[in-house]
């Protein structure tokens, strides 16, 4: 059977163009080597997500007397914990199969490559065929789209391989037990988001970063108000430290010796490009593929989304792009394009860190790379060209109700000249259930005085976005 579209990976991309495909009435084949969902339904986003919604109900408990009840002998059950994350996950995969089977869309377990080039035919923008092989039996279609995903990137540290007391993100995930003590290489979001668990659960935590912070891609002032926290809490944060070798569970870093039970390893995760030897041509950019906006790579008819395109590696964004992507195989009017530089992200902490668009940081250096050295001086320095405002979370009186002993921090940075939004950064829960507001703000290019004409309800935490206007 030739088919519409050959996707290789049932992520959140993959999933998306197949169900998106298919209800276009094109015939889809999805080949997907474990089980659907990819890393972010299996070992990412939500297992991740389930046990630290578990570590915060303890945590909650345990801290109930600021809110005037008492409990007591109050004790978590970790396989439990485990038991409930993997029936959560089994739930969401079956969802996921069950809307593909509803679509009618072909899906195929097994490892699935590109044909070699004697048997592949470039499709064209015309039409052709792209060969896909799979447990022994050749499929052909007109697009193939790559949704390969990441896989954990191991940093070519000495000790660090075969060694038992190191784990990955997959490993702690699966582990049954907690260990007792906890090294986590790595101050980035997952690192931090695995540094809140452990540390609401009662296992001593150090975190080691060789940056000279933790979450550097965010906005250091949102971020500094985590760290004074975490540090205070007693987690050991370490930053501006580059760990040099393991021996089991010490670790070596900047001539000093840590040692724990177990070492998390979570530097980053890299393109996987398995199964795509044969596109010998395909244009690569710092280890990921290279697509344009519309997430088309240089080979006709070849496209590739979600983390094996290395732009930013969210499952929101991935399923986007595959929006994109397909609806330019559709030829669809107009043609959609992502606005990255509006994209939300969220760092499941707690507190929770929201964001999008452009953080302080990149503001100032985007200005003064504009404006050069002489162009600042004139203008009277960087700060004429941008304003921040921002205000602590208490303002919100349902975070005040809600967040006894919080303080948190909203700021948000406008562009002077137009008085455009061009970013907004809160940490302080719930603030990754409003942040889609300032996104919309962020990718319409809302001026301060139309966003002062949205509507919050009362009470809600999301007022921040309107009081600090």
Same mark, same amino acid.
């Given at each position: 059977?030739?088919?519409?579209?050959?996707?290789?990976?049932?992520?959140?991309?993959?999933?998306?163009?197949?169900?998106?495909?298919?209800?276009?009435?094109?015939?889809?084949?999805?080949?997907?080597?474990?089980?659907?969902?990819?890393?972010?339904?299996?070992?990412?986003?939500?297992?991740?997500?389930?046990?630290?919604?578990?570590?915060?109900?303890?945590?909650n408990?345990?801290?109930?007397?600021?809110?005037?009840?008492?409990?007591?002998?109050?004790?978590?059950?970790?396989?439990?914990?485990?038991?409930r994350?993997?029936?959560?996950?089994?739930?969401?995969?079956?969802?996921?199969?069950?809307?593909?089977?509803?679509?009618?869309?072909?899906?195929?377990?097994?490892?699935?490559?590109?044909a070699?080039?004697?048997?592949?035919?470039?499709?064209?923008?015309?039409?052709?065929?792209?060969?896909?092989v799979?447990?022994?039996?050749?499929?052909?279609?007109?697009?193939?789209?790559?949704?390969?995903?990441?896989?954990?990137?191991?940093?070519?540290?000495?000790?660090?391989?075969?060694?038992?007391?190191?784990?990955?993100?997959?490993?702690?995930?699966?582990?049954?037990?907690?260990?007792?003590?906890?090294?986590?290489?790595?101050?980035?979001?997952?690192?931090m988001?695995?540094?809140?668990?452990?540390?609401?659960?009662?296992?001593?935590?150090?975190?080691?970063e060789?940056?000279?912070?933790?979450?550097?891609?965010?906005?250091?002032?949102?971020?500094? +108000?985590?760290?004074?926290?975490?540090?205070?809490?007693?987690?050991?944060?370490?930053?501006?430290t580059?760990?040099?070798?393991?021996?089991?569970?010490? +670790?070596?870093?900047?001539?000093?010796?840590?040692e724990?039970?177990?070492?998390?390893?979570?530097? =980053?995760?890299?393109?996987?490009?398995?199964?795509?030897?044969?596109?010998q041509?395909?244009?690569?950019?710092?280890?990921?593929?290279?697509?344009?906006?519309?997430?088309?790579?240089?080979l006709?008819?070849?496209?590739?989304?979600?983390?094996?395109?290395?732009?930013?590696?969210?499952?929101?964004?991935?399923?986007?792009?595959?929006?994109?992507a397909?609806?330019?195989?559709?030829?669809?009017?107009p043609?959609?394009?992502?606005?990255?530089?509006?994209?939300p992200?969220?760092?499941?902490?707690?507190?929770?860190?929201?964001?999008? =668009?452009?953080?302080?940081?990149?503001?100032?250096?985007?200005?003064?790379?504009?404006?050069?050295?002489?162009?600042?001086?004139?203008?009277?320095?960087?700060?004429?060209?941008?304003?921040?405002?921002?205000?602590?979370?208490?303002?919100?009186?349902?975070?005040?109700?809600?967040?006894?002993?919080?303080?948190g921090?909203?700021k948000?940075?406008i562009?002077?000249?137009?008085?455009?939004?061009?970013?907004?950064?809160?940490?302080?829960?719930?603030?990754?259930?409003?942040?889609?507001?300032?996104?919309f703000?962020?990718?319409n290019?809302?001026?301060?005085?139309?966003?002062?004409?949205?509507?919050?309800?009362?009470?809600?935490?999301?007022?921040?976005?309107?009081?600090?206007?």
């Amino acid at each position: 059977m030739n088919y519409f579209l050959a996707i290789i990976g049932g992520g959140p991309a993959g999933y998306t163009a197949a169900e998106m495909a298919s209800k276009a009435g094109k015939d889809v084949v999805l080949f997907e080597q474990n089980a659907l969902g990819g890393t972010c339904l299996n070992v990412g986003c939500i297992p991740t997500k389930s046990l630290l919604y578990g570590a915060k109900q303890y945590y909650n408990a345990t801290h109930a007397q600021k809110y005037g009840v008492t409990a007591e002998n109050v004790a978590f059950d970790f396989a439990a914990m485990q038991k409930r994350k993997t029936i959560v996950v089994r739930k969401l995969v079956a969802g996921i199969k069950q809307r593909l089977n509803n679509e009618h869309c072909t899906v195929v377990n097994g490892v699935a490559s590109v044909a070699p080039p004697t048997q592949t035919l470039p499709s064209g923008e015309e039409g052709g065929i792209i060969q896909i092989v799979c447990n022994g039996e050749t499929y052909e279609a007109e697009n193939l789209m790559i949704c390969t995903g990441s896989t954990n990137f191991v940093p070519p540290i000495p000790g660090i391989k075969d060694n038992p007391a190191v784990w990955d993100s997959t490993d702690a995930l699966a582990a049954t037990e907690l260990p007792k003590s906890i090294i986590i290489v790595g101050g980035g979001v997952i690192g931090m988001e695995f540094a809140t668990l452990y540390h609401e659960l009662g296992v001593p935590v150090t975190v080691i970063e060789a940056m000279p912070t933790i979450l550097p891609n965010l906005d250091q002032e949102i971020v500094q +108000v985590l760290l004074d926290k975490y540090r205070k809490a007693g987690i050991r944060i370490l930053t501006s430290t580059k760990v040099e070798s393991l021996d089991g569970g010490k +670790v070596t870093a900047n001539g000093e010796v840590y040692e724990a039970e177990k070492v998390l390893v979570s530097v =980053g995760r890299r393109a996987n490009l398995q199964g795509l030897e044969a596109l010998q041509d395909l244009e690569l950019e710092r280890g990921a593929i290279k697509v344009d906006e519309f997430c088309k790579t240089n080979l006709p008819n070849v496209y590739a989304c979600g983390d094996v395109t290395g732009k930013i590696m969210l499952a929101h964004v991935a399923s986007r792009q595959a929006e994109v992507a397909v609806g330019r195989m559709l030829k669809q009017i107009p043609l959609q394009r992502i606005a990255y530089n509006a994209i939300p992200s969220v760092v499941y902490t707690n507190p929770e860190i929201a964001s999008v =668009g452009l953080t302080e940081q990149q503001v100032r250096d985007f200005y003064t790379e504009m404006e050069g050295a002489a162009g600042i001086e004139k203008a009277g320095g960087v700060e004429t060209f941008y304003e921040v405002k921002k205000l602590p979370m208490t303002f919100s009186g349902r975070f005040m109700v809600e967040n006894e002993g919080e303080t948190g921090l909203c700021k948000v940075i406008i562009e002077r000249r137009n008085q455009t939004i061009v970013g907004v950064h809160c940490i302080g829960n719930p603030c990754s259930e409003f942040i889609s507001a300032a996104s919309f703000a962020v990718r319409n290019g809302y001026t301060v005085a139309e966003f002062r004409q949205v509507v919050f309800p009362h009470p809600t935490v999301s007022e921040i976005l309107h009081e600090i206007l």
